[in-house]
């Protein structure tokens, strides 16, 4: 199973806006197109996002939940009774629980593929815990608002800017109050493996903070020093990821694949 391990640090901005600093760290499965996010809280505990059980000891813990759950989750009558050809034809066109890969126009990705969805997720638990939130206090994510991240060329980091909403659960279990807007700021130092959440913060829809990379939708703290990416005036452009592809023709898959394949 090919996948990526890359260890994500809180780090310590003045701005006070850091959450605690406890490594996230980022488990990325490619065969599935799913990405683990796993943190510690303050009292030594580990939890993943998406969720596969825990609280865990220890990171080999959450791994090896993390290796169950995809195995359970196996469609285990894939590949049978094919050729070769339509084994590999088949495992082109969908990952190993049956899911297909690509989706047409306004098909929504699977909730376990959506990595913006389970990153902003951990910063909210960490975001609890750093602040102490439990019970009826504490915040649960809503909605994430997609950014591409932005690649700052001459400054050779990657930021993501994300926005998203969540709230406070009431006494009676229903949702209290109404949704609360964040900011965050995640940063990738290309060749160091790392990942750092630089701010984590509350913000209002009239929050304008300065940024060169992003569009005019997202919402920035007004203290421009609350976060580092987007004040260069630098060269910006968006990697895109590896999640589902969304695909607006809807020819025959089988067809189109086929022709990369000699006849039997």
């Known amino acids: 199973m090919e996948e990526s391990f890359i260890t994500a640090e809180v780090s310590t901005p003045t701005s006070g806006r850091c959450l605690w600093s406890s490594p996230i760290w980022k488990r990325r499965v ?14 030594g505990y580990f939890h993943t996002f998406p969720h596969v059980g825990g609280p ?3 990171r080999d813990e959450a791994n090896e939940a993390i290796d169950r ?9 894939m590949g049978i009774g094919l050729s070769e050809v339509d084994k590999i034809i088949q495992k082109c066109r969908y ?11 306004g098909e929504p990705i699977d909730k376990r593929r959506d990595t913006n969805y389970h990153l902003a997720q951990a910063v909210v638990d960490k975001y609890n815990d750093h602040h102490n939130l439990f019970g009826d206090l504490a915040y649960e994510l809503k909605d994430v608002f997609d950014e591409p991240s932005l690649w700052e060329e001459e400054n050779y980091k990657m930021y993501i800017h994300m926005n ?23 940063t990738y130092v290309d060749g160091e493996h790392e990942l750092t959440v ?24 007004n203290d421009g020093n ?4 987007g004040h260069m005036n630098a060269s910006y452009s ?21 022709v990369y394949f000699p006849a039997n």
């Open 30 to 43: 490619f065969e599935w197109a799913i990405t683990f996010y796993t943190i510690k809280d303050h009292v």
């Open 164 to 186: 998203f909403t969540a709230k406070t659960k009431g006494s009676d279990g229903f949702d209290a109050g109404s949704d609360n807007l964040f900011f965050a700021e995640i």
């Open 238 to 258: 968006r990697p895109f990821g590896s999640d589902p592809q969304k695909a607006s023709w809807c020819y025959d898959e089988d067809v189109h694949i086929r």
């Open 56 to 58: 865990f000891q220890n």
């Open 198 to 221: 630089n701010c984590c913060c509350m913000v209002n829809p009239f929050d304008n903070g300065p940024c060169l990379g992003c569009g005019t939708t997202m919402k920035h703290p």
């Open 226 to 229: 609350a976060y580092t990416g």
């Open 69 to 77: 759950c995809l195995t359970d989750q196996k469609d285990l009558t």
């Open 95 to 105: 990952f190993p629980d049956g899911t297909k890969k690509r989706l047409k126009a």
